[in-house]
């Protein structure tokens, strides 16, 4: 993933009411994300995905990314392929994630320096978004972490 310019695409995601039921149910369950008559009596007029919801799936989207296939079991990749998060800033949620959206992630390296303290890491800033298939940015937010410099 490292070595590109402005962002790149890792994957995509069509969010099901059953998906977006279960997740809630488990995570968030606030009204407009797991009872649908409650979703179209609130501004968002419909049942609509958590924020958490689509974070959590570019999440999933991302490590898998980066995972590298035929490493040794012991290898920094193996146990953690995108390294050690500092955290998360400017998380925005845009517009809402409904039932049948089919959401297109990326993550795009705004900055990367050798790790002063671990030999061969790197460490990240990222500005990481989520889109519609219209086009509408429907998530945005930066991360900082430390990886191994030769897989990102």
Known sequence: MAGHEGPVEIGRFTFTKAEILRFAQAFDPQPFHVDEAAAAASPFGGLVASGWHTACV???LFV?????DGLPPDHPAVLSPVGVGFGMTELKWLAPVRAGDTLTFFTEVLDARPSGSRPGWTIFHRRN???REDGTEVLTFEIKHMAPAALL
């Open 64 to 68: 898998r990314a980066a995972a590298v």
């Open 58 to 60: 570019w999440m999933g």
């Open 129 to 131: 978004s989520a889109q």
